[in-house]
């Protein structure tokens, strides 16, 4: 079964700080993607990563992919109160559509 | 429509009851998921559909749990006997199938909140 897992759950951080989300995964996938939740929101995609060494920018956020680690990170730079919400990776099985959510990192970020 | 529909968008239901959650999916989209999120939680997934194949069921908690699509378009969320456990946020995604013209990524819905009182 494929089980997905981020770290940290929780991130709280100061504004221009950087930090670095972490979602590893256990079974062989090469597709994976980040979504954005704003409290009492939907979700929302913010990248999809489809190869081994897969690197996706935008703004202040950028994700990359490295399957053979079956790791993925989302890296915040110089992070601003805008950017505070929850974060998911969610992977997909191998050749299938079937796909798995991590538990999730709230990241607050403070002035 | 545009987007990915949910109905209703907020359930309120004595422990006991039947209740039913209806999603549309965006036009064209074969793939279609339900998750629920409890209050702080993640994404549990519930169940998947993909065209006219069999359903993947595996998530669904109990057998008071069921849902039907018919083809490629609405699906619905069935819960009978609710408990109070099943308090939660129902979202439903859709996706254009992968290794077609999409990547996979899913749209969500604006998620179904059922309280059982």
């Known amino acids: 079964e494929l089980k997905v897992e981020q770290n940290p759950l929780f991130l709280s951080m100061q504004e221009g700080k950087n930090y670095t989300i972490y979602c590893n995964y256990s079974?062989?996938?090469?597709?994976l993607y980040w979504y954005r939740q704003d409290p009492g929101k939907s979700l929302e995609s913010l990248f999809v990563?489809?190869?081994?060494?897969a690197v996706k920018q935008e703004g202040r956020l950028m994700a990359s992919l490295d399957t053979k680690a079956r790791l993925s990170t989302l890296h915040i730079t110089a992070a601003v109160h805008d950017l505070s919400a929850t974060y998911f990776c969610?992977?997909?099985?191998?050749?299938?559509?079937?796909?798995?959510f991590g538990a999730g990192t709230r990241l607050t970020v403070k002035p | 429509g545009a987007g990915v529909s949910q109905s209703p968008s907020n359930k309120v239901t004595e422990k006991g009851k039947d209740v039913e959650l209806r999603c549309d999916p965006i036009?064209?989209?074969?793939?279609l998921y339900w998750y629920r999120q409890r209050l702080g939680q993640g994404l549990e997934f519930l169940i998947y559909f993909q065209g006219n194949s069999a359903p993947d069921k595996s998530g669904l908690p109990s057998d008071r749990f069921s849902a039907e699509r018919t083809g490629e378009s609405v699906s619905t969320l069935t819960i009978q006997r609710t408990q109070q456990e099943d308090s939660a946020v129902y979202l439903c995604a859709s996706s254009l199938r992968w290794g077609g013209p999409g990547t996979g990524e899913l749209f969500f819905g604006e998620g179904s909140r059922l309280t059982v009182l």
């Open positions: 079974t062989t996938s090469d597709r």
């Open positions: 990563l489809l190869s081994n060494g």
């Open positions: 969610a992977v997909a099985s191998y050749n299938n559509n079937d796909m798995r």
């Open positions: 036009s064209g989209h074969t793939a």
